[in-house]
């Protein structure tokens, strides 16, 4: 069983950073796929980041330039720097593992944390 805990989310204004992270228990994190996700209030739940079990990232073309995804191996913790945040990012992020990593989709999430952009 593999478990998932977002923290890092908060209230910050337009043009700011954040850095989101997700503690990881059970499983074996460095061979894991995982992903941000976000789900804006009233809006379909899309994609922000994934990074396969090598640690590549892949990026929607919407949000490219803004959003870095990384995951630390050793303390089992997977990132989303945001930077030039929007009011457009206010939304619930959660992070995802897909385990085994051939599943085309998502087995494992966490609650979320909430980001909220003022402008």
């Known amino acids: 069983q593999v478990q998932l805990e977002e923290s890092g989310g908060g209230s910050v204004r337009a043009g700011g950073s954040l850095r989101l992270s997700c503690k990881t228990n059970g499983g074996t994190f460095r061979s894991m796929c995982m992903a941000w996700f976000r789900q804006p209030p009233g809006k379909e739940r899309e994609a922000v980041a994934e990074i396969d079990s090598f640690g590549s990232p892949k990026y929607p073309d919407s949000m490219k330039g803004r959003f870095t995804i990384s995951k630390d191996n050793f303390m089992n913790i997977l990132f989303l720097q945001m930077n030039n945040l929007d009011p457009d990012d206010t939304a619930v992020y959660s992070c995802?593992?897909?385990?085994?990593?051939?599943?085309?989709?998502?087995?494992?999430w966490g609650q979320g944390t909430q980001v909220t952009v003022s402008s």
């Open positions: 995802a593992a897909r385990v085994p990593c051939w599943r085309e989709q998502y087995n494992y």
